[in-house]
């Protein structure tokens, strides 16, 4: 009821601070990007104010207007919530690729709602279209193209290791895996790392205008897409149990090694990293056994 009560109050702080802002300063000259950059910095300070609180993350969302949490588009909040609630009060340094937005509204909605959510936190955002002006103390804005591998690099020498990246980027599968494959290392130890809106994958050619790089399920093209490459990497998560290491592709045994979880969700996958070399007890012996019989196969033994 309170965190209710506290979402309402940012919304009507939010009409509060628009009204003052207008009457202070001479709002009628100011250009549509103007006015919305001072708007955004006000919010910027509301997030601030409110972060000690212990609000849900998808009310902050919701009421900070990312698309993230509204009716109609996505219902990420929940998620993310469960993921960070305890990393809230901590020092999490979170990078957002794609920051969303249009010419005269530049976006950076969700930013708000990261700031009111991580009180000691740093966002880091990052679009191919430059919006230096969200940038304030503690939220950094860098102008990247995923799909370059040079900027991708300078981002990180800027502000690698982070705790937590998302992905909310172009959504074409082609970027999602390269851009996973240049910065998952920057990624820390137990840290997060988010591809949102995934149903890319499962779109040949064009929809809403876009021409997409996802395939149909039951076409061998869809093991190239983001979500074929997580299903497929999501069988080496339990590598330290496989019996021997015939046809098995080293370059995903090696980032399983990093990888103690995948999850898919409805348009999300998310993968949590750590170290999974530890094997079960019981391998040995099966390694062993299983070794044996195949020993005994291959000389036709077969009772
Ligand atoms: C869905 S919006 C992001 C929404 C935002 N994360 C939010 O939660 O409010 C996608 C953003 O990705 C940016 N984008 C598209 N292609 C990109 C690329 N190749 N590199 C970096 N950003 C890109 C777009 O300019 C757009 O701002």
Redesign the pocket.
């Known amino acids: 009821m309170v965190s209710l009560w506290v979402a309402r109050q940012c919304k009507a702080a939010e009409l509060v601070i628009k009204r003052l802002v207008q009457t202070l300063i001479s709002w009628e000259g100011k250009s549509e990007l103007d006015k919305y950059l001072l708007v955004y910095q006000a919010l910027s300070l509301l997030a601030r104010g409110v972060s000690l609180l212990p609000i849900p993350l998808w009310r902050l969302l919701r009421a900070f207007g ?3 949490q509204q009716p109609g588009w996505h219902s990420y909040g929940n998620t993310y919530g469960e993921l960070f609630k305890h990393r809230k009060y901590g020092r999490v340094k979170l990078l ?6 249009y010419q005269d509204s530049p ?5 708000l709602a990261w700031q009111a959510f991580f009180p000691f936190g740093t966002i880091v955002a ?4 430059p919006k230096p002006g969200l940038a304030a103390k503690r939220r950094r804005i860098y102008q ?4 370059s591998g040079k900027d991708l690099a300078a981002l990180c020498r800027e502000e690698a290791p982070f705790d937590i990246i ?1 992905d ?5 599968s082609a ?1 999602q895996l390269f851009t996973f494959r240049h910065m998952f290392p920057a990624l820390k130890d137990f840290g997060v790392y988010v591809i ?2 995934v149903q890319t994958s499962f779109w040949p050619g064009r929809v809403m205008n876009v021409q997409w790089d996802g395939a149909r399920i039951d076409d061998p093209a869809f093991a190239q897409t983001c979500y074929g490459y997580f299903l497929e990497l999501a069988k080496y998560i339990n590598h330290a149990e496989f019996v021997d290491d015939q046809n098995v592709d080293e370059t995903m045994l090696e980032l399983a090694r990093q990888i103690t979880r995948v999850t898919f969700e409805h348009n999300l996958i998310i993968l949590s990293k750590g170290n999974t070399t530890e094997r079960t007890a019981s391998l040995v012996r099966v390694t062993t056994a299983w070794r044996r019989s195949s020993a005994s196969h291959a000389a036709g033994n077969y009772s």
């Open positions: 990312s698309d993230k957002e690729i794609g920051i969303g937005g976006g950076g909605r969700s930013l990052a679009d191919i279209v990247i193209d995923q799909s998302i909310d980027g172009s959504h074409l970027h949102e809106d």
